[in-house]
Nanobody, 128 residues
């Protein structure tokens, strides 16, 4: 089993920045891919960014150039640096992991169904 705990959410004004962290514990050696997802009220959960052990990353078009996913393997921690935040970024953000990494061509997939382990989420609220 893998446990994931997110932190770093909060409230920020439009244009501001936040950094989310996700601490992984348990059978972390089995993880092949980690990612960030978000879900706004009344909307489906959507992929934000993902990273594989080689450092290959994938981003949703809506966050490219503003968000950066990274990982510290020594600390078993995943990060999401979010800059130039917009009100439409408001959502619950979830960390996810899986034993396998799935690709569409050369790009990591951002499908929630590809991830078997999930954190409880951390709220991000961006005001205009």
């Amino acid at each position: 089993q893998v446990q994931l705990v997110e932190s770093g959410g909060g409230s920020v004004q439009s244009g501001g920045s936040l950094r989310l962290s996700c601490a992984a514990s348990g059978y972390t050696y089995s993880i092949s891919c980690m990612g960030w997802f978000r879900q706004a009220p009344g909307k489906e959960r959507e992929g934000v960014a993902a990273i594989d052990p080689d450092g290959t990353t994938s981003y949703a078009d809506s966050v490219k150039g503003r968000f950066t996913i990274s990982q510290d393997n020594a600390k078993n921690t995943l990060y999401l640096q979010m800059n130039s935040l917009k009100p439409e970024d408001t959502a619950m953000y979830y960390c996810a992991a899986d034993r396998a990494a799935y690709y569409s061509g050369a790009s990591l997939r951002l499908s929630p169904g590809d991830f078997g382990y999930w954190g409880q989420g951390t709220q991000v609220t961006v005001s205009s």
